[in-house]
């Protein structure tokens, strides 16, 4: 169970980039407050209200582009796209203190794509953000659920909840992943019972 604690660690890393949430039952308005910028959700209309930080607006804009493309991308298993969006000098700093290059992050993300049979659902909330020329750092909390082949080949559905920090770097081709951290608040049910990381 350890590998897949570790599994399901990068998957974080990797899913962590919609701001609508795919769920139909979430129809609840939101109201999350970044640096003063008011991001109201509904279904699936995001829609960002501060005249007076127009380029962290901006930012979050091309952002949610990006994060629609992902999860697109993770849809259609298109692994040419989700690797489009990471920075070559990407890295992730893990809680047991691995730390992973663009190389292990690639891998990772093929891995991912050949266990995930299905996506049922998946969320992402910036619960904080700062823009600094073309760089943008956000406090995002992520849900996924999903089913998905564990390495005896056995089926389960996987729901994992993250509250992590992302920053992003805007490149002549779009803004690219550069760098995850500082997980926190992580919850994983397989089968809806709790993860135990130290059973084998």
Known sequence: MRNLSLAITITFLLLGVNILTTNAQESQQRLVEVEQTKIKSKGNVVRMVNKSKPLLNAALAELQTVFAARIEAYAKKD???LVSQISPDF????PNGQTLNYEQIKTYMRRNLER???IE?????IENAMVNGNEAVIDARQTVSRTQKFADGSVHNVATSV???ETWVKTATGWKLKSVG???????LV????????KP
């Open 91 to 94: 890295s992730a700093a893990l």
């Open 182 to 188: 500082s997980e926190r608040e992580q919850s994983t």
């Open 191 to 198: 089968d809806g019972k709790p993860l135990n990381p130290n």
């Open 121 to 125: 659902s998946q969320s992402i909330t």
């Open 79 to 81: 692994y040419d796209t």
């Open 116 to 118: 995930f049979i299905s």
């Open 163 to 165: 509250l992590q920090q």
